[in-house]
């Protein structure tokens, strides 16, 4: 009996940790670039900016796209309600920065956000308590709120850019459990692994912005 494995049979593990490397390879070249999506941007006013404002900084993207794997993750009223409690603690952050009421270690408790939940997708467990899973994800989402307030500039529309930058998160919550469907309809016998696997590398990916961070 031939051992040759067709390719069709290596092919998503093969491409799963191809897609894993280029991720990483791709994450820490982008670090020093884009670790801090706050500091100099120029100017940040109105829905477009706001918008652009977590799209355009690697620490937010990992985050809210692991925040969209988790809740995939843990499937029925959690796929809606874990984004949900992030956008809704995210704009309170918002708030907070806006009005120039201080939250320590924005910065450090931003880096710590990705490299927890990318490690709490890589972990794979789906017997999180609702309450829990939703309290997690709030708790980070103060910090990357903050970080969104606080550059935006006095002449603002304070109103369009935080639905600029509310609009962003959902989008890139959607890309996250997008992500861990389009892997389960890829394969559905190894689309848990494959969803460890990006969690992963969310999570050392957090480690080299936590670096930068302290």
Do not use: C
Not at 42 to 63: E, I, K
Not at 65 to 74: E, K, P, R, S, Y
């Amino acid at each position: 009996m031939s051992n040759v494995v067709s390719p069709a049979r290596r092919s998503v593990p093969g491409l799963a940790r191809h897609a894993a490397r280029a991720v990483l390879a791709g994450g820490f070249a982008l670090v020093p670039a884009l670790a801090f999506a706050h500091p100099g941007h120029g100017p940040a006013v109105g829905f477009a900016h706001g918008f652009l404002h977590p799209v355009s900084g690697l620490d937010h993207v990992l985050a809210m796209v692991a925040v969209g794997i988790f809740a995939a993750q843990l499937g029925g009223r959690a796929i809606w309600a874990v984004p949900a409690s992030f956008v809704a603690l995210m704009a309170a952050g918002g708030f907070l920065g806006m009005s120039g009421i201080g939250l320590p270690l924005v910065e450090l408790g931003i880096a710590l956000s990705i490299i927890v939940l990318g490690g709490t997708v890589a972990l794979g467990r789906k017997d999180w308590p609702l309450g829990a899973a939703m309290a997690l994800v709030g708790f980070f989402a103060l910090f990357h709120g903050h970080a969104h307030g606080a550059e935006m500039p006095v002449d603002a529309s304070g109103l369009e850019y935080a639905a600029g930058f509310m609009a962003a998160t959902a989008a890139l919550h959607a890309a996250g459990i997008g992500l861990a469907l389009s892997i389960g309809k890829l394969s559905e016998a190894r689309a848990p692994r494959l969803a460890q696997a990006v969690g992963a590398v969310v999570a050392v990916a957090g480690l080299g912005i936590l670096s930068g961070a302290i």
